[in-house]
Structure formats: C-alpha cells, structure tokens
C-alpha cells in the first residue's frame, strides 16, 4: 500500500482521524519483573537468562516490587485509579523470540484504569484519557543482522519489566499524536521510571487509526501501525495511514481491520497480519502467581512522593520567578534543566538573569559537548560565582560567557579565571577616556561622517574600543563618555 495511492479528489476536512494508543515502556529497574536476572540493555546475548525467563519447566516466576513502584508511581502521574489487588494474565502466542509460549500481562483486571492526560499544543489543549495502565513481561529479541543468513534470538530481554499506557481514542491527527508522545515522554523522565529511549526499544508505540465524518459518535474500523522508532516516524506513518484510508474511502471502499507494518525507506506502510482479537491469546489468570495487591498506604505513599511535573512546575517557574511563558517552558523542558536552574536562581538577585544563563550559555556548552545537565562540570553554585562577578560589574557578560568556557575546560572557579587572565572589568574614568581618544583619533572620518548625522556608527566606535581593552571596558561606561567626547569638539 504505498503513499499517495489515494484519488487526487480527496478533499481536506471531510474526515476526522481517530488516534489512540498502546504505549510500551520499558521500566527501570536493575532486575527483571518474575526473575533476579539484570535487566540491563546491551550486554552478550543469551548471558542474563534463568530457568524462569527461560520458561523452563517448574521454574515459579515472582514479582519484582521495584517495578510494581515504578508503576504506581506512573499510573498515579497519569491519573490513574490504582487497584489495590490486580491480576497477571497469560496472553498464549507462538513467537520464536517467547520460549514459555505465553507472556505474562494482565488483561481483565489492571493495575490502574481511568487516568487523564492534557496535551498542550500551540492553538489550546486536548484532554486524552487513559484507558488503563498495566504491568507486562517483555518478550526476547530477533536479531536479523547477527547470523549471516538466519535469525539469531537473544532472550537477555526476556522478562525485563514494561508498563503497557492504553489512551482511549481521544487523539484527532498525526501532529497532536506526537505532542502527545513527547509530552507523555517528559512525564515519564520526570518521574525517572524509563530512560525512554526510543532506539533501543525502551518506549515502543502502536498507533490505532480510523477515520469517521467529523463529530460522528460512532468509531469507524481502524488499522494498527507498529514498528515506528521515532516520534516523527509516528506522525509520518499516521499521516500516510490517514491518507490511505481516506483515499480508499472515497473511492468506496472500506477498511480492513488489519495490523500494518511501517517502512521507513519506502514511507509506507504494509500489512502485516490480519488483526488478532483478544479471544485468540486465550487469556487466563496465571496460576503461578498471586493477585498483585498494592496496599492503600503505599499508594498514598507514592502519591505524596510524586516529583512536582512538568505543567506545574511551568507555572510555578514563571508564578515564583517571574520568568516569561517561553523561559518558563525551555527551563522546565527537562528535570536536569529545572532542578539547575533552581539551583542557580535561589542564589542570585535576578531569576531572569539566571535563566538567561542556562538557557543561552549553558545549555549550548552542553549541547556542544553532547552533555546531559546533570553531568554538565560547572556546577549551579560555580555558576552563581561566575554569575556575581558580572552582577557586581567585576566583568562584563561578554566576558563572562569566555569565563565559563575556561571553568569547563580547565575546572577552575571563575574567580580564579578571572584573577590569573586578569579580567577585571575597567570602569577607571581615564583609562577609558585613553581608549576612546585612541579610537577616535585613530578614525576621523568616521568621527567626521557621525557628527553629519550618521549615528548609527556609534555602534562602530563601541565595537572598536571594546577591543582595544580586549573586551574589558565597562560598555555603560564607555557608551555614556564615548557620547559626551562626539558631541563636543574633535579631539
Ligand atoms: P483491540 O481489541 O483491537 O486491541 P482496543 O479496544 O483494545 O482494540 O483498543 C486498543 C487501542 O486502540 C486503544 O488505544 C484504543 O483507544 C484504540 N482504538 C480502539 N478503537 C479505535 C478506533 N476505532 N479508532 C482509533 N483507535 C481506536
Ligand atoms: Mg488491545
């Protein structure tokens, strides 16, 4: 089914996509969810394996209470009512990469079910709800590309924990989806339960989608898209998704319930299988284990320790700080961000300055050096220092940003930097007069063409003398005695 199959009339607006989806998350925890194994990604194949992961024959799975926390603490995020007692399921399939023939889910009775979530787009917001958040074995891995000619599996992903995040279909078209995903993304690094890496498979997503006349009440049929690695893959698969259907519908037929694949070379998408209902996994309640119970104090326990998420934590930034929307949302973009930038700001007079420091400086230095926050060198309070010398006026924020990139590369504090480069802003009357008498004498025909009313060389003079004192003359200073020396007579 390739992309652009579609009658040329289709016309725009007359269908509404319908989106929801099954978000897999892998959780970190040191061990797997039924076994002590590592759950740890990349190590030689086939080496974190055991009897229970293996599905050997007598070996009993039980559970790992990390990740039952980590999964609280989501579906709480998310909204969601947490069940005090909840049921693990056997899900029966044949795959190569499932040696127990089942994976252990949960079906009818979840951990947690009903939960909201607001995306926030630039033109307003969409509330999507979550239809139920529950707790799930991954299965091994295929790897087509190890083995010349065969497929080798590698079972060390065999049991490593995932929460499965079911949203009703709430979405309505392939860009929204993605603000969702990214939204739903910061969530989950905030409250540090995946590393959401979307490459090595730790967040996967199917995307469900049908189309319908718009405000239509009933669903149309839809298709489910899988193997997308990237947030942008989504919305291009959803949008080639949408067109097909929307071509295949105007020219009166009708679609098929169908699990489709993504190609990410060709841009299109391609079935896979027809779609499997619930009834062929033969789902029963699994007799080796007990009905998950999550006592209500430890709910309530995990609730009061949620971390503060990104919207509030938003507000509060630009409620608290008095920083503008924009500031507000770079610096809250991620937790690393924010929790430096607090750092910073409760240590200096002006929040504003604070934030222009770390979204300008220091989040370009880490960019540049491929550096998460958290392990940038120059710590918050090594920041404030460097932050009240150009407050204090000692050096000028040009200087400044010079001073930080020394204190990243050499380690050193910016007092020391600024003392043995000798930096010291100069304020002194008469070494800046010297400066501007020098450029001034140096260029008279500029000084000639200013005085006949070509101000904007002002600019011209500034540039030259802060060079002549490398960067070191107080630009107040300078701009308010180079105005008086041009207005009077030429020296
Ligand atoms: P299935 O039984 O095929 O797995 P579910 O009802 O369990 O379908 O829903 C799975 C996902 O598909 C959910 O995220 C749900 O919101 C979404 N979904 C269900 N029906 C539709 C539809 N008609 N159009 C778009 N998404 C849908
Ligand atoms: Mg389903």
Known sequence: MSKGEGSPGVAAGEWEAVIGLEIHVQLRTRQKLFCADSARFGDEPNTNVCPVCLGLPGALPTVNRE???LAVRTALAFGCDVHE?????????????????????????????????LVEME??????????????EDAGKSLHDRVEGSTAIDLNRAGTPLIELVSEPDLRGASETRAYLQQVKQVLEYLDVSDCNMEEGSLRVDA????????????????????MNSFSNVEKALMVEIERQTALTNRGGSVEHLTL???????????MRTKEESHDYRYFPEPDLPALL???????????????????????????????????????????????FEAVAGEVEDPKQASNWVMGPVLALAKERAQDIGDFPVSPSELVGLLDLVEDGTISQNVGKDVLRTMLEEGRSADRVVAEQGLTQVRDGDQLERWIRDVLEANPDEVRRFRAGESRLQGFFMGQIMKASKGKADPAEVSRLLSRSLKGPAS
């Open 123 to 136: 033109d307003g917001s969409r509330e999507v709800r979550i239809r139920r958040i529950h707790m799930e």
């Open 208 to 227: 469900n989608v049908s189309i319908r006349p718009p405000g239509a009440d009933v669903l149309g049929t839809k298709t489910e898209l899988k193997n």
């Open 67 to 69: 990740a039952v926390d």
């Open 85 to 117: 007692a909840s049921v693990f399921a056997r899900k029966n399939y044949f795959y190569p990469d499932l040696p127990k023939g089942y994976q252990i889910s949960q079906f009818e009775r979840p951990l947690a079910t009903g939960g909201r979530f």
């Open 294 to 340: 999550v006592p209500a104090e430890q709910i309530e326990r995990t609730r009061a320790g949620l971390p503060e998420l990104p919207r509030p934590r938003r507000e509060r930034f630009e409620r608290e700080y008095g920083l503008p929307p924009y500031d507000a949302q770079v610096l809250t973009s991620s937790r690393g961000i924010a929790d430096y």
């Open 261 to 271: 694949l993504w190609d990410e070379g060709k841009a299109e998408v391609r079935p």
